[in-house]
């Protein structure tokens, strides 16, 4: 397992960083995850965009080309394998801890590549459970604080669901680590883009595939209430593609199993993947 630290490449278990790292004093950084089918980067230009955003909101200065991220991940590559990159930044090392930002520090990049576990709910559907949005006001920005997001999951877990859907001023947002689709009047709806998700790539191609296929689609908002009574309902990430939720709050979502639009989506996602 060879992973990428700021310039070099090295064995995971060789890979330090300082205790005074601000992501480790403070989780001041940002990361992404870009999957690889084929050896190929997935929308890899739309992941350094949003990388580039994430970057300006936490007002870290660090500007790579894309081409120079590609370079710094090809040799984590492994073959056809399924796989994705991990990417984090953070603000680097300072000599104290403060939380004003220090001057003149280098940030420290890392980057590694898994293998992709295909997920088990993907076909046969998952619970969910919705829970209150207790996260931040910048969910547009992929930072690495994650703590808000991890209390969520775990809450989920714990009730046996897969996903918590999150729930703010009565509108569902997105899903702890995913965004949220639902199939409503026989019309696929999603939440807009706006600082209370974050603007996924899965979502981006989701979107497109309605469009350039002719299925209904718009974004819009999403009542808690709608949501509990749509015919389908979907959360989709890098790493779960699209995951049908069959479950919600202890009612069946639809019939209970994986919807028809579910099905035509998955087909078109797994022939654009290709
Ligand atoms: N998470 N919303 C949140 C809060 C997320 O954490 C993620 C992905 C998404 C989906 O975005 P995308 O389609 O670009 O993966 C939406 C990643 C996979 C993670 O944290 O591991």
Request: glycine share 6%.
């Amino acid at each position: 397992d060879t992973v990428y630290l700021n310039g070099d490449y090295l064995p995971l278990a060789d890979a330090r960083i300082s205790v005074m790292d601000r992501g480790f004093l403070f989780g001041d950084g940002v990361y992404e995850v870009i999957p690889v089918y084929n050896g190929r980067l997935f929308r890899f230009e739309d992941h350094i965009r949003r990388l580039n955003n994430s970057l300006r909101a936490i007002r870290l200065e660090l500007e790579k080309s894309p081409d120079q991220w590609r370079g710094i991940f090809q040799p984590m590559l492994d073959g056809d394998k399924d796989q994705y990159i991990y990417l984090q930044i953070t603000r680097g090392c300072a000599p104290r801890r403060d939380h004003g930002f220090p001057e003149h520090v280098v940030p420290t990049v890392f980057a590694m590549c898994n293998d992709i576990k295909p997920f088990a709910g993907r076909l046969t559907g998952i619970k969910a459970v919705t829970l209150d949005d207790t996260r931040w006001q910048m969910c547009h920005v992929k930072a690495t604080a994650l703590l808000a997001h991890l209390l969520l999951r775990q809450e989920a877990l714990d009730r046996d669901c897969a996903e918590a859907i999150l729930v703010r001023h009565g509108y569902v947002t997105e899903g702890a680590a995913s965004n949220l689709f639902a199939v409503i009047d026989d019309e696929l709806i999603t939440p807009p883009n706006s600082h209370e998700i974050l603007p996924g790539i899965t979502r981006d191609v989701i979107l497109e595939l309605a469009q350039a296929n002719g299925i209904a689609c718009r974004e819009d908002i999403i009542a808690l209430e709608a949501l509990q009574n749509a015919s389908e309902v979907w959360v989709t990430s890098s790493t779960r593609e699209i995951v049908p939720v069959v479950e919600l709050d202890g009612q069946t979502v639809g019939a209970g199993t994986p919807g028809p639009l579910f099905h035509r989506m998955d087909q078109l996602l797994q022939a654009y993947k290709q």
